[in-house]
């Protein structure tokens, strides 16, 4: 009897065993989940649900729209323990042209249709980053996490201009698109002058807090997951400011203007709000939404 309750009890515990391990590797064989050693890298998963949930729908102009992106990294320290980086960067360059009609050769022609081209170049610098460590448990493919990060983040933007017709002392207040009339909210051709170049204060930004999300492993080594988290963070803005052109009786001169003081904000947050996003940042650096990671 005794021999019969041992045998029983090994099949059991082989059974158990052979279940368990059928939910952490594929019909090959092949393991699930990451271990040891591992590093993953990742992305936002929602544009491109976004686009595979509209080609089912029908949506007409259907188009893979990635819009800002996160980068995602980890390190596995062990099976169930991963350090891990977010990083984001918004390192762009954007020039805009518009047509005003050449005012000199009009001058000598009033039938003139000359035009010139009058240009505005805006350069986006910013970058996100978070250090992490992250806790892992759970049955099979889902597996929950829980952790703590910390990060920093910077912004800016500044604004280049240039024009067609000059200021000169026969035309001192010359025929200038919208752009010299109106950059960042600083109107400053009201007294005649022009707007050359405009500065936003660079914003500086820490971040403190803790995180729990959810994966599941749908292929090996193949994970969808989500992520919330709690964070504290500070941003600070520093002072914007402008270079303008106009003439003074003589001839045209530059001149610089304070626009902004700049300031700050802090708090609590469980989401992403434009709080703690500087003018020139997309989204703050958090994980979000849904994700996609790969591990080799």
């Known amino acids: 009897m005794k021999k019969i309750i041992i045998s029983i009890f090994a099949v059991a515990l082989s059974l158990s065993s052979m279940a368990q391990d059928s939910l952490v590797t594929n019909k090959a064989g092949v393991p699930v989940l990451p271990k040891a050693g591992d590093i993953a890298l990742g992305a936002d998963a929602t544009p491109y649900l976004n686009y595979l949930g509209n080609m ?26 991963a350090v891990r980086v977010n990083l984001q960067l918004n390192n762009t360059t954007s020039e805009n ?47 929950g996490f829980y952790g703590a990060q910390l990060g920093y983040g910077f912004a800016s933007t500044k604004e280049e201009y240039s024009y067609g017709n000059n200021i000169t002392s026969s035309n001192q207040t010359p025929l200038t698109s919208d752009f010299g009339t109106n950059v960042s909210g600083a109107k400053l051709s009201a007294d005649g002058h022009r707007v050359l170049e405009y500065k936003s204060g660079t914003a500086h930004s820490v971040f403190v807090g803790a995180l729990c999300g959810v994966e599941y492993y749908f292929l090996p080594k193949a994970c969808i997951g989500g992520e919330v988290s709690l964070m504290y963070y500070y941003t600070s803005t520093g002072q914007s400011s402008s270079v303008s052109e106009h003439f003074d009786g003589n001839s045209a001169v530059n001149s610089d203007k304070a626009i902004s003081p700049g300031g700050s904000n802090s708090g609590v947050v469980t989401s992403r709000p434009s709080t703690y996003q500087s003018t020139a940042s997309t989204t703050p650096a958090v994980y979000g939404g849904l994700y996609l990671m790969f591990h080799f």
Do not use: H
């Not at 990635?66 to 390190?75: H, I, S, T, V």
């Not at 035009?115 to 978070?130: T, V």
């Open 56 to 81: 089912f729908n029908n949506t007409v102009n259907n188009s893979l729209s990635l819009g800002a992106q996160n980068l995602y990294f980890r390190y596995y320290l062990a099976d169930d323990m």
């Open 97 to 143: 042209n518009l047509y005003v009609a050449d005012e000199a050769a009009r001058y000598s022609n009033p039938l003139s249709q000359a035009q010139l081209i009058d240009q505005q170049i805006i350069k986006n610098r910013g970058a996100n980053i978070l250090i992490g460590a992250q806790k892992m448990r759970g049955y099979g493919r889902l597996r």
